[in-house]
């Protein structure tokens, strides 16, 4: 395993050498990492509060002294790291759970990591710093200690992911449950995590906004592109579930349940439930008024590729078994035909995230461009609260060295205004800035206007680069 998280930081540190830009919860955790090193919390604007990417980024602020861009680089790393640990512990628990054989177990790895990095959004959460690949290798990791019998290990990478995704919660409970029974000698390791818990995800956001459950209201606060809004909520979700996934994988999973009846395999069966569990979690959530964004599914949908890969591989050997090696490898070529659709599909997702990938890192060195062309953070600040479109607020909050909620929540006064004309990445501008651009008597100008201009805009695009 230090071998493995070495080479994936190695290839992270490397992958800095490629455009890199944090997105928007990212950032806003790198502002709020200034903020804890300077006693001056405040999270009444932004995301959710996440508590562990808090801790790095708080770690991380005082290099801002060096460089003002070593912050969201060492962030970038650490996230990285987590989304190529994810591939290498998909592959490794896999290969565990296919049973004896080394070509079999090889292939069932194979499958599972594939299937992972064809995820919905996988790439761009790895790219832009996302905290999902993270607490899918935490969790990971927690797995394979449980199945070492290293049960501590498991218990404390199972919180660490909590401090990532709070629907990991009913599971690290469920688990520290069964701890208390069965190893009592880890009965004080539970009681203070559990100690830890609230107070690391409650009582910061609590001193930062005055709110004790402020977290959960911005979770639940239903934007417009929220399931939370639709009909029937729950059956939105189900639908994401579905679309998410895709047949092979759905298929996959189920099938992968029925060997592990006739095989009489609990570990198997297990994941199975979790995963059920999980897709059925999200559904309540989404129910309740959060959003259903593809990133509550990604851990289901990780259980759903390694099953999958288990499925694939005990199908073909189980045919080869009882026919010859050569009937086994006709099943494996059938298995792959009929799964080329989704592959094909899989492989152009991939594509489009690249493509919105680098569109999101043009339009964030356009903002860069447009503070430097107002005159750098003192001139943009001294004209009044700037606005920006929602994607780019975070970004911004950190370049003016400002809280988020004054860049959020701005737009009424004589501020600036940078402004993305078209994309899908950009977000709504503040109401009051859309309000006062409204009341322009002439279109605001392309381009950063001057001091005489009632609402001054920028515009963000520029020549894309290379990815």
């Not at 995820?119 to 959460?125: I, M, S, T, V």
């Not at 690949?133 to 990791?141: F, K, Q």
């Not at 409970?173 to 208390?180: E, Q, T």
Request: glycine share 8%; with cysteine; proline share 7%.
């Amino acid at each position: 395993m230090r071998a493995a998280l070495a080479i994936c930081v190695l290839l992270s540190a490397a992958s800095l050498a490629l455009p890199s830009e944090p997105s928007f919860d990212p950032w806003a955790w790198i502002v709020w990492g200034r903020e804890v090193l300077l006693l001056d919390l405040d999270t009444t604007g932004g995301p959710s509060w996440k508590p562990l990417p808090v801790l790095f980024t708080a770690t991380f602020a005082p290099f801002s002294v060096i460089d003002g861009g070593l912050p969201a680089a060492l962030w970038l790393v650490v996230a990285r790291t987590g989304a190529l640990l994810s591939l290498v512990l998909a592959f490794r628990v896999t290969r565990r759970l296919a049973g004896p054989g080394r070509w079999t177990g090889i292939a069932a790895g194979s499958v599972a990591a594939v299937a992972l990095i064809f995820a919905p959004q996988w790439l761009r959460y790895a790219m832009h710093g996302n905290e999902v690949p993270m607490a899918v290798a935490l969790m990971l990791w927690g797995l394979e200690r449980h199945l070492d019998d290293r049960r501590d290990h498991a218990l404390v990478a199972v919180f660490l992911a909590c401090l990532l995704r709070p629907e990991v919660f009913p599971f690290l409970a469920l688990y520290a449950a069964w701890l208390w029974r069965d190893e009592p000698r880890l009965r004080r390791l539970t009681v203070g995590l559990a100690v830890a818990l609230p107070a690391l995800w409650i009582v910061p956001d609590w001193l930062g906004s005055g709110d004790p459950l402020g977290a959960g209201r911005k979770a639940s606060s239903e934007p417009p592109w929220s399931l939370a809004v639709k009909d029937r909520p729950w059956w939105a979700a189900l639908q994401r579930t579905d679309r998410i996934a895709g047949l092979p994988l759905e298929l996959g999973t189920f099938a992968a349940a029925a060997f592990a009846v006739y095989r009489r395999d609990s570990r198997v069966l297990a994941l199975f439930g979790v995963a059920i569990a999980w897709v059925a979690l999200v559904v309540a959530m989404t129910q309740a008024g959060f959003s259903g964004s593809t990133r509550y599914f990604v851990p289901a949908l990780v259980i759903a590729s390694m099953l999958t890969g288990l499925a694939v591989t005990w199908t073909v050997a189980a045919v080869a078994r009882r026919t010859t090696p050569a009937g086994g490898a006709a099943v494996a070529v059938v298995l792959a035909l009929a799964a080329t659709p989704w592959t094909l599909d899989r492989v152009q997702t991939l594509d489009r995230q690249r493509t919105l990938s680098a569109e999101l890192i043009d339009l964030h060195r356009g903002l860069l461009e447009a503070v430097d062309r107002a005159g750098g953070p003192g001139k943009v600040l001294a004209a009044g609260p700037p606005s920006v479109n929602r994607a780019f607020q975070t970004r911004l909050a950190w370049e003016l060295r400002t809280p988020l909620i004054d860049v959020e929540s701005a737009g009424g006064g004589n501020g600036l205004i940078f402004s993305v004309p078209e994309s899908p990445l950009r977000g709504q501008l503040p109401p009051a800035a859309q309000r006062r651009l409204a009341n322009e008597k002439t279109p605001p100008k392309r381009g950063l206007g001057d001091a005489s201009d009632r609402a001054r805009t920028g515009d963000l695009r520029r020549d894309r680069p290379a990815l």
